[in-house]
């Protein structure tokens, strides 16, 4: 297995958001503030790795025919293990990301890849693609709340102890002082627009790329560079 | 480049350039009207949104690599500025103006595709924009002080009104007023209904309903103006470029359920007069529904999109979170044109309504 | 049997399901087990630091433990205890009032005079930047609250300046503050009313609360606007 493949692909080329454009609902949603991204982000990289390993694992007994079921049941117990899990051990996120815990399991990206790549491979590969998968979506949903926090709000991680623990307060930055404050980047329209950007520099950046990889290094670069 | 393409070609009566100018044409008396009453703060207002609408323009454009000249002469940028700054609140600060307009042209228009293929029209998606964003200073209106009355604050003072962000509510001051419509709100949500609120607003505007009428009224530009923009609407009309439909069907949207709720109780629902020189509603019936980019192809069409826009905007004023809804009933119908638009279809040359072919073969095989 | 032969059999696939079902239930169930006593503690640790935030005072008992439920103006309210010596020195309840975006829930400090120790808002959705000021987080306003009482300012005074009264309200937001304002003032007159059975007190014989209240040498006011609100 290509595992520099998979990476590359959960994090950049395939990823869930910026690629896939699935799981808009908690991209939208959660992706207020960046700390509130990153946490919904390692949430669902935790069920994508368990439920892609597990999926992997039935492979071979599970026929056509109840494979959604099955993984949807599976799907959902381990949404439900996250979820009581969070509330009895860090309450205090619970608090924060309560109400969308229990949306990853409409995250089509999850079943996405259960039905796209768990299925056909071993354990490890899937459980390695569950989690870079994962981590595509955090750094997507990360990106988004930051910058939506930023222009909406001034700050940046705000509340970031609350997740982290009071060892990454230090993340916690203000970055525009006595900011007034732009609402509608923190409303839902804002994630709609920042999304857009995104999609479109994406686009921009991934072009650009692959003409430089086209382009022939036929002429030698000046010496002076 | 010359595009050729097969008959039946239609005569567009007038470029581009020409309709932009003439609809300017028809806001000149409101806007001076506007200046004269809200003074400095309102021209200095209205030429930072024209200043950003076309820098915004023209480096947008610039980012496509297409030519900015024709479409910055084209007169369609400067119009969403216009149209913008008239819907604002007079004294608010620079930076309202500048994002507002900057939205207006890069996300509302550019993004789309640019003129003729924006879903939304601009300078409406923009004031919605800046209504949720910034509630605080898009609904702190300035009483109407004429700059020949004395009261008007001086250049120096307008200038710190619009770039310096002086504080000029405070009460003290006489400069802050409130909205009929904002008045009527705010008054509901405290329990104290028509009776006691219209009267009181009144009374703190030193005028009646007709005084109001003639445009000595707290308000941005267009809503002051009213009577004005009907004038420049009715101006419109007769030089063809927009159609009586999408107006009359608008002002009717808004006159029908008032006039029906106003009668079955006064004190609760405000009357036909006020809602119709209320808000943005003169602005929006012949100058925004009317926008030909966004709104229904076929004259049935127009006057089904103008009705649902004023009752929808008349059902948010009245049981809606915000004052005034002209502008969310607009871009909700934007959204509905093209429905409107699969419904009454216009007839294609050569076919009936139905979309069957004339049948003109066989009349000439029978001959 | 192999597996590829069982696969072709008529109850293959319900069999499957049924046992990934069985399996998950059990996972489940387990993790219910395990979580259960902490998710409670967490909950009741969240509950008294909710408590504690209004009540700055000692008291010596559990607040959780000592609650009684009246019915209130919206269902029943239930009231904690805070005692000291085995008397109550104060209560805590919730209140609520119809914000800008839905229903604005605050908890309300009251010691046993009826003067307010501390105010929070637990729950709303009120606009972010505009509306939110009433979170201590955001701004101080929510402390203007303590140790005002039903007869501090008076009656027609406790509100928002806007409506005549002393507490301030926000630029662009005046609904909100306006709900919190009104709750608290609606908690205050709830108080008065129910006090003797809030201080766990029932005067013996006692059929009325006005009764109580000028018997027990409150000053007068107390009562009188609790049988006006």
Redesign the interface.
Known sequence: MNYARITKDGLWDNNIVFAQILGMCPTMAVTGSATNGLGMGLATTAVLVASNAMVSMVRNVVTPDVRIPVYIVLIATLVTLVDVSLNAWAHDLYKVLGLYIALIVANCAVLGRAEAYAQKVGMLPAAMDGLMMGLGFTFALTLIGGIREVIGGGTLFANAHLLLGPAFAFLETTVIPDYRGYLLFILPPGGFLVLGFLLAGKRILDKRLAQRRVTPVATPEPVAG | MISLTHAPHAHAPMAVGQIMATVMLALVPATLYGFWLYGWPALFLWSVAMATALLTEAASLFLQGRAAKPALLDGSAALTAWLLAVSLPPFAPWWVAAIGSAFAIV?AKQ?FGGLGQNVFNPAMAARV?LL?????EM?MWAAPLPITSGHAPGFLQSLAITFGGADWANPADGMASASLLGHVK?EF??GVDLASSLPAHFAAVQGGLMDAAWGNRAGSLGESAGLLLLAGGLFLIVRGVITWHAPVAMLLGVAAPALLAHALSPAHYLGVLPHLLSGGLMLAAFFIATDPVTSPNTPAGMFVFGLLCGLLAWIIRTWG?YPEGVAFAVMLMNSLAPIIDRYVKPRIYGRDRKGKSLQLEAKENAR | MKLEQLREKLGYPGAVLGGIGLLTSGALALADRATLDDIQAAQDLDMKQSLTQVLPGKYENDLLKDTVVMPGPEGGVTVYRARQAGRVVAVVFKVQARGYAGPVVSMMGVDRDGKLLGVRVIKHRETPGLGDKIEPAKSEWIHGFEGRSLGNPVAEKFAVKKDGGVFDQFAGATITPRAVVKSVKGGLAFFAKEKPQLLDEPLVGAGRVRDSGGSRARPAPTANHGASL
Not at chain 2, 132 to 136: A, E, M, Q, T, Y
């Open positions: 996300i993004v924009m949720i964003s910034f509630p605080v609904t705010t949500t405290r979170g």
